[in-house]
């Protein structure tokens, strides 16, 4: 298993991950599978492209294929670049349980460090997702927040909680 930032050459890959985790995780993405694939492989280039340091795509690469991936933006507003927001994190359920989410997200965490330079990291993860909330909480990520109703999947209604890791 390869460990590393996801660069343009990656791209059909990482696709194909995504699409497959959206599709089996409706509630885990703010996406939705039709969203997917109307936005295509294109609206992923820009971040493999290795463009800066302000967005990227960390991911675990298993015989060529990327089997889980984790995205990372840093706000651009002035009084905001100070932070980054966590999203996309997700696992290939085979390779689960095995350290892949550990290992993309230490990844993560020492670029927004390194060479983001922020103070913290926020996410969000649906409340209901315990497997994702204990992950996060294993980085030292603290809930400060419930978003109610804050996403509807086929007419139902799920939470949200907010978390943040203060890198200072």
Known sequence: MEYRRLIHTDLDSYYENRLRAVEAHPTAFLTTVE????????????????AGHERAIFGAVNEGK???????FQ???PKLVHKAQLW???VDPEFRNRGVGE?????????AKDKLKVVSINLTVESNNI??????????FKKW?????????????????HMTLLLE
Do not use: C, W
């Not at 969203?35 to 290795?50: I, M, Q, S, V, W």
């Not at 990327?66 to 990372?72: L, M, Q, S, T």
């Not at 497997?131 to 030292?140: D, G, K, N, T």
């Open 103 to 111: 290992n993309i997200m230490r990844l993560l965490v020492r670029h």
């Open 75 to 77: 706000e651009e507003r």
């Open 131 to 140: 497997f994702a909330i204990r992950l996060y909480e294993q980085f030292s």
């Open 88 to 90: 996309g994190m997700n």
């Open 35 to 50: 969203e997917t694939r109307l936005n295509g492989k294109a609206h992923f280039l820009n971040t493999l492209a290795l």
């Open 66 to 72: 990327v089997v889980g991936a984790v995205g990372i």
């Open 145 to 161: 927040g419930v978003e109610p109703k804050a996403m509807i999947v086929d007419g139902k209604y799920y939470d949200e909680d």
